[in-house]
């Protein structure tokens, strides 16, 4: 007995809420985080910034460990261990007096927070198929956008009242953060479900175990995959470009108000919070294919680029217009966002195989963790040759990463490129199954496979 069921999963709305929690203690903390250890440590802001880069590219050896465990012991259980690090080191940050003590505790968090996305993403693929992953990916997203701007907006006004001792306040406000996330996310539970483009099946019998070692392999050997990975580096550049590279664009090249720059920030927030679930929607409801959704987000980006060059060229005198051309720039770019970062997400998600899928997006996370390396060295190494120089780039950048997942998409599996409808399966009754009519028909049912696409 099979029941068709809407792709509503009992206990989704805990993934979203959590994010926005997530979001609020990390807006309340991100903003101020140089700052923040600045006046704990007394270390000046170039050491500083070096010990959270050394430990940030030192967190993303720990990926492939975290991936090896999510395939082993489950996304859900994998978070808790990584929120209770994180819980721990927010904690333990504001005690961290000593430049080992610093090191040695931001290298433990980095590592946490480079492995976070990863098990998330996983946990997205466990509770969700179908369309129903691009709907709870798209709701995540927005969720946790709204939280960074009211824990910034938190922030701001905590340490407007109480000072620098606001900073630690910060660090435990994420640390609390992180903790009521976890409670948050009980009620989320993995179902058995099965994708079909037609009537109902019966469940897919439950994928063989695989060889501990052999998960890295076959992500190695999975040419396709490996195309996305790296065209999602080359679109994870221009997510870096609205925090490192529009702030010295504005200031040292346009010569414009700083004010611009915090502008840029807040709207770009705002519409991500409002806009992102209604413009998810309308891209599911429009039938697009993941592969041309990411790909027309990234050409969004190219436009939003070009549209900086010719601003960086013309350099107009007036505030006024340049404000307002960047308002446009911002909301082309912020749309690209939105079209791009779902399907983007679940197109990885579903392409990889569920039985290694935390491998897989482990191996997929850096694309993002590397990118946010080497985007500050990079962007500020070409604006000194030019200040249109590094949008020149990302303009390249974002139509190569397009044009890989246009060429790649027939090589993906079918159900990764455009969703298919959602089977939820709950468990039979006991006496239904032991020589009830439905065994036989259960049986036969069962002997049919799994219905994952295969690669040429």
């Given at each position: 007995m099979v029941e068709r069921k809407s792709e509503r999963i009992p206990g989704e709305w805990a993934l979203p809420v959590t994010a926005a929690v997530n979001g609020i203690g990390t807006g309340m903390y991100v903003p101020f985080t140089l700052v923040f250890f600045h006046a704990v440590t007394g270390l000046s802001f170039t050491v500083v910034g070096a010990v959270l880069t050394a430990t940030g590219l030192a967190g993303i050896a720990v990926l492939p460990l975290?991936?090896?465990?999510?395939?082993?012991?489950?996304?859900?259980?994998?978070?808790?261990?990584?929120?209770?690090?994180?819980?721990?080191?927010?904690a333990l940050y504001p005690f961290a007096h000593s430049l080992?003590?610093?090191a040695a505790v931001a290298l433990v968090t980095a590592a946490a927070d480079r492995a976070f996305p990863a098990a998330q993403q996983s946990l997205i693929g466990e509770v969700a198929s179908?369309?129903?992953q691009d709907r709870l990916q798209a709701s995540t997203r927005a969720l946790q956008n709204a939280g960074n701007g009211a824990g910034a907006?938190?922030?701001?006004?905590?340490?407007?009242?109480a000072g620098s001792a606001g900073y630690t306040y910060a660090a435990w406000g994420n640390a609390l953060s992180f903790m009521l996330a976890a409670l948050l996310l009980r009620p989320l539970r993995p179902l058995r479900r099965v994708r079909t483009a037609g009537a109902p099946t019966a469940p897919a019998p439950a994928a063989a175990p695989r060889p501990s070692g052999a998960g890295y392999r076959l992500v190695l050997a999975d040419r396709p995959f490996l195309v996305v990975t790296g065209a999602n580096f080359l679109?994870?550049?221009?997510?870096?470009a609205l925090s490192v590279l529009f702030p010295l664009f504005m200031v040292e090249w346009l010569h414009g108000p700083s004010v611009l720059t915090g502008t840029a920030f807040t709207l770009n927030t705002v519409l991500c919070a409002v806009a992102g679930v209604g413009v998810g929607a309308r891209v599911r409801g429009a039938g697009a294919r993941r592969t041309r959704a990411a790909a027309l987000g990234g050409g969004l980006f190219a436009t939003a680029f070009a549209a900086q060059i010719v601003l960086g060229t013309?350099?107009?005198a007036s505030d006024v217009v340049l404000g307002g051309a960047m308002v446009a720039v911002v909301v082309v770019y912020t749309l690209g966002e939105?079209?791009?970062?779902?399907?983007a997400q679940v197109l990885a998600v579903a392409a990889a195989p569920e039985a290694v899928r935390g491998r897989y997006l482990a191996a997929y996370q850096?694309?993002?963790?590397?990118?946010?390396a080497v985007a500050p060295s990079l962007f500020t190494a070409l604006l000194a040759l030019d200040g249109r120089a590094p949008w020149a780039v990302l303009v390249v950048t974002s139509a190569v990463a397009a044009a890989l997942l246009i060429r790649t998409e027939s090589r993906l599996p079918a159900e990764a490129v455009r969703p298919l409808p959602t089977t939820v399966v709950r468990p039979l009754p006991a006496t239904v199954v032991q020589g009830g009519a439905a065994a036989p028909a259960l049986a036969a049912a069962e002997g049919d496979g799994g219905t994952r696409g295969t690669r040429p």
């Open positions: 975290a991936g090896t465990a999510v395939d082993r012991y489950g996304a859900k259980q994998v978070q808790y261990v990584l929120y209770g690090i994180r819980v721990a080191g927010f080992p003590a610093f179908g369309a129903g907006l938190l922030a701001t006004l905590v340490i407007s009242l679109n994870a550049l221009s997510y870096s013309v350099r107009p939105l079209i791009h970062s779902p399907a850096m694309s993002w963790s590397l990118a946010k």
